[in-house]
């Protein structure tokens, strides 16, 4: 995930084609649950469901606009996988204050009784699409592709390598899977 929102941002600062990018929501802990199919990440606390802090802070930052959201977002990603640093309440609370958000505004709706609202709808959606990881890209209704990049493309690569994805998952809809062989 953290290499997509990279190569994405190198993407559009590159020269890629005119797109927008609409971040939902998809949680892992949720699919790979050993609690069965009642057991709803949405519904658990904190301390049960560990990724239920980043989610609610995602949300909250998307409160404060869309340009917040993407700074936290990617701030978030780079604490998590660059870092390696822990997103408790504390720790969404540093990344929040490092993007510039409104930190009091942040912890305030963190605790919303709406908050994971989001999440609950964007998850359903998804599995009922057929996601099944993240990143997964759609160009258009049915258009989809899950995606796995090592590393990020950067520049006028990643402006080329995203105007080729567009191309084989938006215009081959017969194209089920492509898969490299390990190295």
């Known amino acids: 995930m953290h290499q997509a929102a990279v190569w994405l941002r190198e993407a559009r600062n590159h020269g890629a084609g005119p797109f927008r990018v609409e971040w939902k929501y998809f949680s892992l802990e949720q699919v790979n649950s050993k609690h069965g199919d009642e057991w709803k990440v949405w519904d658990q606390s904190e301390e049960v469901a560990t990724s239920l802090v980043a989610f609610k802070a995602a949300e909250a930052a998307r409160r404060q606009g869309e340009e917040s959201f993407d700074r936290f977002h990617h701030a978030l990603l780079e604490a998590r996988h660059e870092r390696k640093e822990g997103l408790d309440r504390e720790g969404v609370m540093r990344v929040a204050e490092r993007a510039g958000l409104d930190a009091e505004q942040l912890a305030r709706d963190l605790d919303a009784p709406d908050i994971l609202s989001s999440l609950a709808s964007d998850h359903e ?39 080729t994805l567009r191309q084989v998952v938006a215009g081959n809809l017969n194209i089920a899977e492509i898969k490299r062989p390990s190295r």
């Open 125 to 163: 959606e998804a599995v009922a699409r057929g996601v099944f990881g993240t990143p997964t890209f759609y160009f258009g209704e049915d258009a989809g592709a899950y995606l796995k990049m090592m590393p990020a493309s950067r520049g006028e690569e990643a402006a080329r390598a995203f105007d």
